[in-house]
């Protein structure tokens, strides 16, 4: 069994789980060494970006036209970062309408350290046409207040004389270091439908640990996290993650205590297969944690697009 086969059969037969890190939306948003020259504001110009970047999308999602000034090169890297994003959830609900659920949940966990908001513009899309469930971790229905609780539920149709229950795939979104659309509230942190002006977010401060653990929302996340890959039968699937956040890469290198785990990390490059090691500080030989690079499949950089091919093209060689 080849790379590919190998994890679309794990896509299908094991507990499912994605983190998937700001790699993923590089296309429309830079990565952090990009704000380096703004010294002890760049987290700050790094929230302002995507805070913007995410109100055009929101607008490209609505089908609405983004005001001026706005230049055509960045719409068109929105456009095309979206698309890449929503077909990646159109994949991944097809992929878990495959699942036996008498064996398994027919259920993923998404993780994302990035609080833009490309992942809930393509669920939106997705949920136009295919029928699943979304739970972001959200109670209430004009106010939604985050609730980590919220993450434990399935959700099945049932025949109108109780003669079958049907599973609907479900899509749990999972962000620990918040969200440009979360704010705080007295003791509640609030999912909006709209970009916040002071949101609730954990910046890429280089304290990451220290900023998440005090404070209990995304401490709650996390724990979700580390649960989740304690499970048996479990697979992580890491995607535009280099895992420079120490605690995220302590987390993991617990998890893979776990015999049943299997870890696969897609890295952008195969110069950054090193790199992700040693920010994990795993060596070669754990085979419940292989990270493969664009030679491992003949394939450009590993970005989102490429990796939603591997993962669920069946086809070899489509485009």
């Keep these: 069994m080849d790379n590919k086969e190998l994890i679309q059969e794990h896509c299908c037969t094991k507990r499912l789980n994605f983190l998937i890190g700001s790699g993923a939306s590089r296309g429309a948003i830079p990565l952090m060494g990009h704000f380096s020259s703004f010294g002890d504001k760049a987290n700050e110009e790094l929230l302002k970006y995507v805070k913007e970047i995410s109100k055009k999308t929101l607008l490209h999602c609505k089908g609405e036209k983004c005001k001026p000034p706005i230049k055509l090169i960045e719409i068109l890297k929105i456009f095309r970062v979206s698309n890449v994003y ?3 959830i159109e994949s991944l609900v097809q992929c878990l309408l495959n699942v036996n ?15 833009d908001l490309f992942l809930e513009c393509a669920i939106d899309k997705v949920l136009r046409t295919q029928n699943f469930v979304c739970n972001d971790g959200a ?23 109780d003669n079958y229950n049907y599973e609907l795939p479900l899509v749990n979104l999972i962000k620990p270091h918040g969200s440009v659309n979360w704010k705080r509230e007295k003791e509640n942190v609030l999912i909006t439908p709209n970009v916040c002006d002071d949101p609730f977010v954990v910046p890429p401060t280089g304290i990451e640990s220290r900023d998440t653990f ?29 895992f420079q956040d120490s605690h995220i890469a302590k987390m993991v290198r617990r998890a893979i205590q776990n015999p049943e785990l299997r870890v696969y990390i897609f890295a952008y490059s195969d110069n950054a297969i090193d790199n992700i090691r040693k920010n994990l500080g795993v060596s070669e030989s754990d085979s419940r944690l292989i990270i493969w690079g664009p030679k491992n499949f ?19 060689g489509d485009n």
Excluded at 139 to 161: C, E, P, S
């Design 86 to 88: 929503t077909k990646f």
């Design 101 to 115: 659920s008498r064996t398994i949940p027919r259920s993923v966990n998404i993780f994302t350290t990035n609080y």
């Design 139 to 161: 109670r209430g229905y004009f106010t939604k207040v985050l609730d980590w609780t919220n993450f434990n539920r399935v959700v099945a149709y049932k025949g109108i004389n």
């Design 214 to 242: 005090l404070t209990n929302y995304f401490y709650e996340m996390l724990r979700v996290f580390q649960l989740e890959l304690e499970k048996p039968q479990s697979v992580l699937i890491v995607i535009g993650f280099s």
């Design 298 to 316: 003949e394939s450009n950089p590993l970005t989102l697009k490429e990796v939603t091919k591997i993962l669920f093209d069946k086809k070899q």
